[in-house]
């Protein structure tokens, strides 16, 4: 079946030009964003790279039930976005948080350097792929004004969009998402992009695709990959810890819109991909290169990565 989508007027373009030298940040990245190299993969004839924008440390009341083996630390996770490089296209799955979260997460809104590192300026990112919005995935889309990436096609999941544009949205969330949404309103009100309308699974074109995975939020959705006979599925929130949320898929994230459905989802995709044997990334896993998945003995699964980035 054809995916419906639609280029849409909700914002239009501006016209800005915006140097890698204007993306320099305050301090120094952290010591792993500085050492890691830039981490490409060939799905066939599709190059992905993993680009990190730091990580995030998340107190363990973020997540229930909160297993008794684990220790009470603060949960490290990855942040990550991707390069998609396709025939002409260079695509960006995700933006990273930019500035926006820094001042509670001080080591994050790394991705421009990643991305410098990959060989990629700014300019050249022709698509930027949303897989929901969130600030640590649509933060760097703009530097206070200005289209972080001039000349690249948003695109957007229509029910995404419609949830976060409601004015009423930050009333309707529930209190530890109010600041989040607040976030998001004032991120959507500034962006400066041509914007694709996606109403469900859209096709972005050159072998890439969106498919539906609702509950992190009502719109999330994940970047499937394929050329050739290999396959990549870029899962976004689908889970937010690995160490916590293979074993145990029920286990909620604080900021989960619909944490049943999230469970839901979570535990259909990782069933699907140890059937299908499909290599997969995600987010905020500790390494955002490409991952295999296996079921337990139990009842969680264990994933191991495929290669070393
Ligand atoms: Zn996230």
Known sequence: MLPESHTSPLVSRRS???GLGAMALAGLPPQGARSASPNRIRIGDIAVTALSDGHFELPSAAFSPWPKEASTHPLYVGAYAWLIEAGNRRMLVDTGS???LRGKHPNT????MALARAGVTPDQVTDIIITHMHADHIGGLMHGEVAAYPNAMLHLCELEWRYWAAPERPQLVAPAQRPLANLIAGLMDRMAYRIAVHRSNGDIGS???LEDAPGHTPGHQIVHIASGTQSLLLLGDVLI???LQ????NIRYVLDDDPEQAALTRTGLFDRITADEILFAATHLIDGGPHRLEKTAVSGYRAQKTQTF
């Open 16 to 18: 800005v030009t915006f």
């Open 98 to 100: 930019g500035n926006t």
């Open 109 to 112: 809104g790394y991705l421009p």
């Open 207 to 209: 072998g890439v695709w």
């Open 241 to 243: 810890s690995g160490t």
């Open 246 to 249: 293979f074993a145990q898929p």
